[in-house]
Each structure stands twice: as structure tokens, then as C-alpha cells.
């Protein structure tokens, strides 16, 4: 476990405008599409976390020029798609499940052998769900055994495209065979039920990558080019989740938070908290590039607790963390039912979640797919957060509402989706130190 920690004293008011950093699952396919794109292309507003800079990292390690101009502007020398050459080592790719595999389907299109290797977090990740269509593509791919990392990549005779539904509702199942598919000869398509987050599919537009969508069905075809691009990368709703509830518990607090990512793929948890009671409003919309983008206006709500409906929890499957502690704050009970993915995250969520509202005194009960939490007053105590960032970063907000001081323990990780959270929350008024 790692020593860095939050130190929380309760504080009273979260009043402001911020802007949150870029979007972790929309920065992670800049990089990728722009690496395997014909010419030069340009990524602003890039999220310069760890998570993303193992993209970079293993892309730089494959032979691709990259160019720093900043921490958030990034030029990427595409190589073409046949272009990566053999990497000199394993590609570590740390923390980050999206980049393990996402990098697996383009990895399998390669006429090169890869490892994949990641930190105790995701070498312990399910992985078969992206081998089993990867297999179907004839593609080379080994794991570990019980189907963890690392993953072993040999270059496949010839992929070859497939129909592919999906057992669970997963973007990064959807896009690992997406992004093969464009290795594959024919036509590779993958069909929903439930539809996920659809960053890659914007993306593939983006680099002018024909790509056909119907309904809860996308379809691209090997032997296409990626054009280089602009890309111009909005502020990560699931960062900005920690914000909004800051807000909607706090007491008289008015906070503006700018150029959102409002992605309908994306968008449950504004309204699983306006199920709840919560005011926040929608203004300036628009879009950069392919993705929708808004100012959110958020002032501080009484909440009650709901039933949250089955059809909101993938498009907000990154936010419960967050949303357990608006429901703690809640008057009344949540339930949340259906969610079994979440004990495969970052840590067992479900689990570390209750483990931890327990610790504040609040009474949860804990099922194999969900959680049941009756709203209640924090009180303080000492929080581990599991080395999961999104877990850290919710109970630093629980400290808003507590009535004594709140640690968090192993806050490293926050590293991997919102590097200045700190410094962002300060700002809004929260009492928070880090060691
Ligand atoms: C992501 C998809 C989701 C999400 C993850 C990012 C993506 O994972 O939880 O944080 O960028 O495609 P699953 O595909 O496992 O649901």
C-alpha cells in the first residue's frame, strides 16, 4: 500500500468556477487514432495523468514522434497504421484498464510480438472478456492463467472480422474489437444491448475513418486509412463528478464548472443526481469536434434517496464512488442493484465503498451487485481507499459533511485521472492537505 495520504478537516461552502482536466477515455483514442494516423495531428486539452501517459509512453516506445508543447498540448507524427515498429521492452501500462485493452486489439493487428503489463491493480483485471472475440479474429493472444495480465500479443497470419455481441456492456471490449477490426480483413462489427460510452466511434470520425452506426450496432472495415486531425479534448465528466457533489452538499454554494464533456454515453450521473433532488443546470452547449460539450451550474441541493434505474448505470458506471456519497448525504435510502462490473474496477468498489461509509457510520448493506445506503451524518475516521483514485477523491468530498476530520489513505493513485484535484478542491473551499 502506499504512503500518500488527504488529511480533511469539514468545511462549509464549495463556491467557484473551474475548469476540470480533459477527458482520461477520450485523451487515451486521441493518442491511439493520432499514432496511427497518416500525418501530423494536434491534441489540446490532453490529460496529463499517469493512466494516460502510459499511452504515450508505449506509442513513443513503438517508434511514434511525440511532441510535448505542454503538459496538455501534444503533437503526435502519425506512422500510419502498418507503421509501429517492435517496442525494445514490455509496455507498461500502469493503472489503466483502458489502455491495456484498447492497446490489445491494436497490438493484435501487428506484425510483432508485444507483452502487457500492468501495476497489482489491473494484473489482477479480468481479461478474458477482450480475449475471447480477440481469439474469434484469429488473433495470437495469451494470458496469465484465471485470464489476467500479462498479456502476451503474437502476430497473427491474418486477423480476419467477425460479428461480436456483447456479453456485458463494455466500451473497452467494444473498442479493443474495433480498433483489431481495423487490422481485420472484411467487416468487423459489435453489437450492444445496453449502450457504452461511444468515444472510440467519435473518434474513428474524427480521423475521417469510415465507420457505420446503427442502431446499437457499429461496423468498420479492415484496409481504411486514419486521416491526422485536430482534436480539441473537453473537461472529463467523471472528474467533474466529485465537484458537482461537492457542491450539492455543501451550504450556500454556487459553483460553475466549464466546458464539460455532456456525451449522452456518458451523462448518468447528472441524472441519477437529478433523480435525487439535485439542481444543476445545463447551459452553453455546443461541440468540440465530434463530442458535446455544456457549462454546468450546480447549487447546493437537499437530497433524497432513489431506486437508481437500471438504464443509467453504464453511462455513469465510473461515478458511483461519488454518487454512494451523495446518497450517504441523502435523506432516506438508495438502492442500487445490477452493478456486479463495479466489484471489477480500479479495486472491488462495492466493496472498499462499504468498507468505508461504514467507517463514517453510515449503515450500508452490501449485495453482490449492488449497495443499499441509508442516508446518515458522517462522522470522522480513517479511510483506505483501495489505491483507487475515484474512491480516494469521493471521501475527500465526504469530508464537507463530517462532523471531525477525515484521512485517506493511499491517494496515489489520484495521479491516474485528475493530477491538480487538490489544488482544484482547496480553491473551492475544501480543507484539505496532502502528505
Ligand atoms: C472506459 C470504459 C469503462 C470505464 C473505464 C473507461 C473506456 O470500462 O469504466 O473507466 O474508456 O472505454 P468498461 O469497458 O470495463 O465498462
Same mark, same amino acid.
Do not use: W
Given at each position: 500500500?502506499?504512503?500518500?495520504?488527504?488529511?480533511?478537516?469539514?468545511?462549509?461552502?464549495?463556491?467557484?468556477?473551474?475548469?476540470?482536466?480533459?477527458?482520461?477515455?477520450?485523451?487515451?483514442?486521441?493518442?491511439?487514432?493520432?499514432?496511427?494516423?497518416?500525418?501530423?495531428?494536434?491534441?489540446?486539452?490532453?490529460?496529463?495523468?499517469?493512466?494516460?501517459?502510459?499511452?504515450?509512453?508505449?506509442?513513443?516506445? !513503438?517508434?511514434?514522434?511525440?511532441?510535448?508543447?505542454?503538459?496538455?498540448?501534444?503533437?503526435?507524427?502519425?506512422?500510419?497504421?502498418?507503421?509501429?515498429?517492435?517496442?525494445?521492452?514490455?509496455?507498461?501500462?500502469?493503472?489503466?484498464?483502458?489502455?491495456?485493452?484498447?492497446?490489445?486489439?491494436?497490438?493484435?493487428?501487428?506484425?510483432?510480438?508485444?507483452?502487457?503489463?500492468?501495476?497489482?491493480?489491473?494484473?489482477?483485471?479480468?481479461?478474458?472478456?477482450?480475449?475471447?472475440?480477440?481469439?474469434?479474429?484469429?488473433?495470437?493472444?495469451?494470458?496469465?492463467?484465471?485470464?489476467?495480465?500479462?498479456?502476451?500479443?503474437?502476430?497473427?497470419?491474418?486477423?480476419?472480422?467477425?460479428?461480436?455481441?456483447?456479453?456485458?456492456?463494455?466500451?473497452?471490449?467494444?473498442?479493443?474489437?474495433?480498433?483489431?477490426?481495423?487490422?481485420?480483413?472484411?467487416?468487423?462489427?459489435?453489437?450492444?444491448?445496453?449502450?457504452?460510452?461511444?468515444?472510440?466511434?467519435? !473518434?474513428?470520425?474524427?480521423?475521417?475513418?469510415?465507420?457505420?452506426?446503427?442502431?446499437?450496432?457499429?461496423?468498420?472495415?479492415?484496409?481504411?486509412?486514419?486521416?491526422?486531425?485536430?482534436?480539441?479534448?473537453?473537461?472529463?465528466?467523471?472528474?467533474?463528478?466529485?465537484?458537482?457533489?461537492?457542491?450539492?452538499?455543501?451550504?450556500?454554494?454556487?459553483?460553475?464548472?466549464?466546458?464539460?464533456?455532456?456525451?449522452?454515453?456518458?451523462?448518468?450521473?447528472?441524472?441519477?443526481?437529478?433523480?435525487?433532488?439535485?439542481?444543476?443546470?445545463?447551459?452553453?452547449?455546443?461541440?468540440?469536434?465530434?463530442?458535446?460539450?455544456?457549462?454546468?451550474?450546480?447549487?447546493?441541493?437537499?437530497?433524497?434517496?432513489?431506486?437508481?434505474?437500471?438504464?443509467?448505470?453504464?453511462?455513469?458506471?465510473?461515478?458511483?464512488?461519488?454518487?454512494?456519497?451523495?446518497?450517504?448525504?441523502?435523506?432516506?435510502?438508495?438502492?442500487?442493484?445490477?452493478?456486479?462490473?463495479?466489484?471489477?474496477?480500479?479495486?472491488?468498489?462495492?466493496?472498499?465503498?462499504?468498507?468505508?461509509?461504514?467507517?463514517?457510520?453510515?449503515?450500508?448493506?452490501?449485495?453482490?451487485?449492488?449497495?443499499?445506503?441509508?442516508?446518515?451524518?458522517?462522522?470522522?475516521?480513517?479511510?483506505?481507499?483501495?489505491?483507487?483514485?475515484?474512491?480516494?477523491?469521493?471521501?475527500?468530498?465526504?469530508?464537507?459533511?463530517?462532523?471531525?476530520?477525515?484521512?485517506?489513505?493511499?491517494?496515489?493513485?489520484?495521479?491516474?485521472?485528475?493530477?491538480?484535484?487538490?489544488?482544484?478542491?482547496?480553491?473551492?473551499?475544501?480543507?484539505?492537505?496532502?502528505?
Amino acid at each position: 500500500m502506499g504512503s500518500a495520504y488527504f488529511h480533511l478537516e469539514p468545511s462549509a461552502t464549495c463556491n467557484g468556477t473551474v475548469v476540470v482536466p480533459g477527458d482520461k477515455s477520450i485523451s487515451h483514442r486521441a493518442v491511439m487514432l493520432a499514432s496511427l494516423a497518416e500525418g501530423k495531428s494536434e491534441i489540446v486539452g490532453f490529460l496529463p495523468s499517469t493512466d494516460c501517459e502510459a499511452t504515450l509512453n508505449a506509442f513513443q516506445n !513503438m517508434g511514434v514522434q511525440i511532441e510535448r508543447i505542454d503538459d496538455t498540448h501534444v503533437r503526435i507524427q502519425g506512422v500510419g497504421l502498418k507503421g509501429l515498429r517492435a517496442p525494445s521492452n514490455v509496455l507498461n501500462m500502469g493503472n489503466s484498464g483502458t489502455a491495456m485493452r484498447l492497446m490489445a486489439g491494436i497490438l493484435s493487428g501487428q506484425s510483432f510480438s508485444s507483452t502487457l503489463v500492468g501495476d497489482a491493480s489491473l494484473s489482477s483485471r479480468p481479461m478474458q472478456r477482450i480475449q475471447t472475440p480477440l481469439k474469434k479474429m484469429a488473433a495470437n493472444i495469451a494470458s496469465e492463467e484465471g485470464y489476467i495480465p500479462p498479456l502476451v500479443i503474437q502476430p497473427s497470419s491474418k486477423l480476419v472480422g467477425i460479428d461480436y455481441s456483447l456479453p456485458i456492456p463494455s466500451a473497452q471490449v467494444k473498442s479493443c474489437v474495433l480498433l483489431a477490426g481495423l487490422y481485420a480483413q472484411g467487416k468487423t462489427c459489435v453489437k450492444e444491448n445496453t449502450s457504452t460510452r461511444d468515444h472510440t466511434e467519435r !473518434m474513428l470520425q474524427t480521423f475521417s475513418y469510415p465507420i457505420e452506426v446503427n442502431h446499437q450496432s457499429v461496423c468498420v472495415e479492415g484496409g481504411g486509412k486514419l486521416i491526422a486531425s485536430k482534436i480539441e479534448i473537453p473537461g472529463d465528466i467523471s472528474s467533474a463528478a466529485f465537484l458537482i457533489v461537492a457542491a450539492l452538499i455543501s451550504k450556500n454554494s454556487t459553483l460553475t464548472i466549464r466546458n464539460v464533456g455532456i456525451n449522452p454515453t456518458r451523462d448518468g450521473v447528472i441524472q441519477i443526481l437529478r433523480l435525487m433532488g439535485a439542481d444543476i443546470l445545463i447551459s452553453n452547449k455546443r461541440n468540440m469536434g465530434m463530442e458535446p460539450v455544456g457549462d454546468l451550474l450546480i447549487q447546493s441541493s437537499e437530497l433524497h434517496g432513489i431506486e437508481i434505474p437500471q438504464s443509467l448505470i453504464a453511462n455513469s458506471i465510473d461515478e458511483f464512488p461519488i454518487i454512494f456519497i451523495a446518497a450517504a448525504c441523502a435523506q432516506g435510502v438508495t438502492t442500487l442493484n445490477g452493478a456486479e462490473e463495479l466489484r471489477v474496477k480500479e479495486s472491488d468498489r462495492i466493496a472498499v465503498m462499504a468498507n468505508g461509509l461504514r467507517v463514517l457510520g453510515i449503515n450500508v448493506d452490501e449485495k453482490p451487485d449492488g449497495l443499499v445506503i441509508n442516508g446518515g451524518k458522517f462522522q470522522g475516521g480513517e479511510i483506505d481507499s483501495g489505491g483507487d483514485h475515484r474512491i480516494a477523491m469521493a471521501f475527500a468530498i465526504a469530508s464537507i459533511q463530517a462532523n471531525a476530520a477525515i484521512t485517506v489513505r493511499n491517494t496515489e493513485n489520484v495521479m491516474t485521472s485528475f493530477p491538480n484535484f487538490v489544488e482544484t478542491v482547496s480553491n473551492l473551499g475544501l480543507k484539505v492537505s496532502q502528505h
